[in-house]
């Protein structure tokens, strides 16, 4: 079981343990990785595989 502290930084710091050139959907570590900006106006990374998901999701370049 995780501790408190553990939950608490995982809700204010999100995307620690994400690598800055992972794939948003994934989360691997992928050379290619494209732009796209998510319905929250967020830019994040999509893989060429994720390419896919991101199109259909309606994510915008
Ligand atoms: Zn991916």
């Known amino acids: 079981m995780r501790s408190l502290l553990t939950k608490i930084k995982e809700i204010f710091v999100p995307n620690k343990s ?3 050139n ?4 994934c989360k691997r570590k992928m050379p290619d990785l494209r ?8 830019r994040i990374k999509v893989c060429y595989q994720c390419v896919e998901y991101a ?3 309606a994510y915008r370049k």
């Open 55 to 57: 199109e259909r999701r």
């Open 18 to 20: 994400i690598p800055k």
């Open 35 to 42: 732009n796209y900006r998510n319905e929250a106006n967020k």
């Open 22 to 25: 992972a794939c948003f959907f």
